[in-house]
């Protein structure tokens, strides 16, 4: 089924390619974005949907120094956001605060809490999906950044301002560490993407414990609901879902998109429910069962042919440039937010689909 969309729109003033829900704000859906130009000043945009569903609020407007290359919120702290920025010459990524806004649209600048600079590297190395984790769910100290090379586990201290780091370790000059996922289920897994694998990391050793040996994964997200199962998205081989109890291979295979397959998210609620988007400028919404997940005999390509077709549950396509950013909402897991390199950021409801889960 493919479509337009027939979505909530809103426009930032320049390119984007992150969004996140915000989390920890349990009174409205709201998302959080960051703006991407190497000529101007940018832009944090703190959006928030309206009761009736029907507009999309921007409830805060703040400057950000340096180019948006990843941004996540704090699960626990609506307030408390990270970015990882590009200043053109370097990179570096940071903890902000969002002042207190008492309905004001021109509010104080962001305060910066504190800045995780133990990452030194030049731009060059900087890869497309440097990332900052956030501790998967409660209120915890810990988060994780990435670099091209290096894992860092970090404390941070929000009353003190800093952070400190715990413990890190390389990926090793063979691999290129591109982004990743903290496992909801096991703290102390994550899961490290890159050039040519997918590391899973033992945070207590900080050691890698496994990988997967794929070829340019550009983005993972962990099932939250089902245990050992995990969600890539791949250049040019589509979606691919695997159980990590047996990865020599993907338990299914999705087709992805007509080009490449960016980034990929679990629905926070809905079990088998997945986002993909891609540079073909679309976000695909698919529905991977558990049962055909757990599918032990092999098909004949006539029948795998006819599962592939049946789990794209819709296409939106009007979009009219890469979509580089995705979001579920966990408020409303029914709701959520995309975001296309031209900076339109499109809410969505998947509610007409959910019957047929």
């Known amino acids: 089924m493919q479509g337009g969309s027939s979505g909530i729109g809103y426009g930032l003033k320049y390119q984007a390619r992150c969004i996140s829900d915000v989390k920890a704000d349990t009174d409205y859906t709201s998302f959080l974005t960051g703006t991407l130009s190497f000529k101007e000043e940018n832009e944090v945009h703190l959006l928030r949907l309206s009761s009736g569903g029907s507009e999309l609020i921007c409830e805060g407007l703040f400057t950000h120094p340096n180019e948006i290359w990843d941004l996540a919120s704090c699960p626990f702290d609506q307030r ?94 063979l691999h290129s560490l591109s982004g990743g996922a903290w496992d ?18 033992d945070l207590r050793t900080m050691k890698k414990v496994n990988s997967i040996e794929r070829a340019h994964v550009r983005g993972v997200d962990y099932n939250p609901k089902r245990e050992h199962i995990l969600i890539t998205a791949e250049d040019e081989s589509g979606i691919h879902v695997w159980d990590l109890r047996k990865a020599k291979a993907p338990v299914q295979e999705l087709p992805g998109h007509t080009h490449w397959t960016w980034a990929v998210k679990c629905n926070p609620e809905y079990d088998g429910l997945i986002l993909s988007a891609g540079t073909d400028s679309a976000v695909n919404l698919w529905y991977a069962s558990a049962s055909s997940t757990n599918n032990k005999a092999p098909e004949s390509p006539v029948e795998s042919t006819r599962k592939r077709v049946n789990l794209l549950l819709n296409s939106y396509t009007d979009y009219e440039d890469s979509v580089y950013g ?5 408020r409303e897991p029914w709701v959520f937010a995309s975001l296309s390199y031209d900076g339109r950021v499109v809410i969505e409801s998947v509610k007409p689909f959910l019957p047929r889960l």
């Open 80 to 173: 408390i956001f990270s970015t990882v920025f590009s200043t053109g010459e370097s990179f570096g990524a940071a903890i902000w605060q969002i002042p207190e806004l008492y309905g004001q649209l021109n509010s104080p600048q962001l305060e910066r809490i504190a800045s995780l600079d133990a990452h030194v590297a030049d731009s060059l190395s900087l890869s497309l999906g440097d990332s900052v984790l956030w501790w998967p769910s409660g209120r915890c100290d810990k988060l994780i950044s990435m670099d091209e090379q290096n894992i860092f586990l970090w404390s941070l201290d929000c009353s003190n301002k800093s952070a400190e780091v715990l413990s890190k370790d390389s990926a090793g000059m």
């Open 326 to 330: 995705l979001a579920w909402s966990s």
């Open 184 to 201: 909801p289920h096991d703290v102390n897994a994550v899961a490290a993407t890159g050039e040519s694998s997918v590391q899973f990391w």
